[in-house]
């Protein structure tokens, strides 16, 4: 029997890179309901990847109409707002788009960030944000040097989360932790750093107003009429959906770091003050006016099994399969663990965390006769888990991380649960997808409301109270001990290769 419909609803809308998530979560009640929209993202050119923002922007309308006709007779005491980060767009004065939506995927510019990083200011200690194909500051320099008539043209350069809150309020404004991303809000300050801006080719009043991310906006009476909710609604800026997927997955206390996985991946934590990790391996992002998200992000996730099921297994989709890659990771679990010394270095797409190479191709590594594609597949997994163990190591070097809460679709599936466990080598606690970034955006809604006094205090408004504790996942020890034995051997591989390719050295 589905709970009761209360009387009170808050409404976290989570825009991601390829879908949204509107989620009604009732306070006090077990009470939630989630509408989803897909889109794609487009390749028009090699290295690019981007979208519609008409697309988005009819998706989203979508799926918050859905959800608010759901929570009918109860009042919608907010939406707040979570959103893609890295994405650049230009408009021109009227607001309307002179390009596609960049997104973070896009690595067109990854001359521009290599030029950047050998001889340019130290934007990431100024910014937080690592210097990479994937940041606004990047872009625009591509468009200074490509397409200056379109730098030109343009009125402004904004991102996803100011595109949405411009349809939602009619406001042209960001956030702090949205602003971050662009790798041109300076730390210190939280305002837009001169360096980075001279850097990128533009002025100051071509970005937008940054407010605090508890500022609360009303809702358009067009956006109000379309989708079923009251005129004036606040509108809450939120912050960027990384940031926000610690929130809602509770990994806000010492000791304990959030990991997510969709298309890409990540591993971040919760610190009081802003940092930059002297080896330059993490971000530092805004999450609130007074706290922080430290860690690393991945850009390839969830789309490494895509692409191995598109290229090692294709005859095991069936037509109309409601769950694609459960066939696939049944032959994935008939390898063992750690693939018999076969290893993936699964940089399909560019690059990030730790080393920000988007230049850095993929490979296998220790590959052998009797290995069999059921290895190669396991292997793609366990390379994707790889990589987040790495950004853990760093993390402990910032702070010591005790366990991991993670989300993400992936980890509906037995085989990345335990393999991520073993990875990562301490506990993991797989939290519902409901419960990531939509409701980490609904919580800092309700602190901006002033319906909280804290984080975890405006978690507990939203928690199911029926609801099961988020299940534990233990790694088997001797499992461990092999990936710990897999990775150690990464070192000596890579020496051989260049050995190999000192061969073709005069």
Not at 67 to 84: F, T
Not at 100 to 122: C, F, M, N, V
Not at 172 to 196: I, K, N
Not at 226 to 242: R, S, Y
């Amino acid at each position: 029997m589905s709970a009761a419909l209360p009387a009170e609803v808050i409404v976290g809308l989570d825009v991601g890179t390829t879908g949204v998530k509107a989620v009604a979560f009732g306070l006090g009640s077990s009470w939630r309901r989630v509408a989803i929209r897909e889109y794609p993202l487009s390749t028009p050119a090699p290295h690019e990847e981007v979208q519609d923002p008409a697309v988005i922007l009819a998706a989203a309308r979508e799926a918050l109409t859905e959800c608010v006709a759901a929570a009918s007779g109860a009042e919608v005491i907010a939406v707040s707002v979570s959103a893609a980060m890295h994405g650049l767009l230009g408009l021109d004065s009227a607001l309307a788009p002179l390009t596609p939506l960049i997104t973070w995927a896009d690595s067109r510019a990854h001359d521009e960030a290599r030029a950047l990083r050998r001889s340019g200011p130290d934007l990431h200690g100024l910014t937080g944000a690592p210097v990479h194909p994937m940041t606004p500051v990047t872009k625009l320099m591509w468009f200074a040097r490509h397409e200056r008539q379109t730098l030109a043209r343009a009125r402004w350069w904004v991102g996803l989360k100011e595109l949405l809150l411009a349809w939602l309020t009619g406001r042209l404004v960001t956030e702090p932790s949205s602003a971050s991303g662009t790798g041109m809000l300076e730390l210190g300050t939280r305002s837009w750093c001169e360096a980075a801006i001279e850097v990128a080719g533009v002025s100051a009043d071509q970005l937008p107003e940054i407010l605090p991310a508890a500022s609360r906006l009303p809702l358009a009476a067009a956006v109000a009429q379309a989708t079923g909710l009251a005129a004036g609604t606040p509108v809450v800026l939120g912050a960027g959906d990384g940031p926000l997927a610690n929130l809602g997955t509770g990994a806000i206390v010492p000791g304990v770091a959030g990991l997510s996985i969709g298309t890409s991946g990540a591993v971040r934590m919760v610190v009081e003050r802003a940092r930059v990790d002297d080896r330059r391996t993490l971000f530092c992002y805004a999450l609130t006016d007074s706290t922080w998200v430290v860690g690393g992000a991945i850009s390839n996730g969830g789309v490494v099994a895509r692409w191995a099921e598109a290229s090692l297994a294709p005859d095991l989709r069936g037509e109309g399969d409601s769950r694609p890659d459960e066939a696939l990771l049944a032959l994935a679990a008939t390898a063992p663990p750690g693939s018999d010394g076969l290893v993936m270095l699964p940089y399909l797409l560019a690059e990030r965390a730790p080393l920000w190479d988007p230049d850095l191709p993929g490979a296998y590594l220790g590959l052998r006769h009797d290995h069999t594609r059921a290895h190669l597949v396991r292997a793609a997994l366990e390379g994707v888990c790889i990589q987040m163990r790495l950004i853990l190591d760093r993390l402990d070097a910032v702070a010591p991380v005790d366990s991991v809460r993670a989300t993400g679709g992936v980890f509906r599936a037995a085989l990345w649960r335990e393999v991520m466990a073993a990875m990562l080598g301490r506990p993991l606690e797989v939290i519902g997808e409901a419960e990531g970034t939509a409701l980490g955006a609904a919580a800092l809604g309700l602190l901006a409301l002033g319906r909280a006094a804290t984080p975890a205090g405006a978690l507990a408004l939203l928690a199911d109270p029926g609801a099961a504790c988020a299940p534990q996942v233990r790694a088997d020890a001797e499992v461990v001990a092999t990936y710990d034995l897999l990775r150690a051997s990464i070192p000596g591989r890579v020496a051989e290769l260049e050995r190999v390719a000192g061969l073709f050295v005069d």
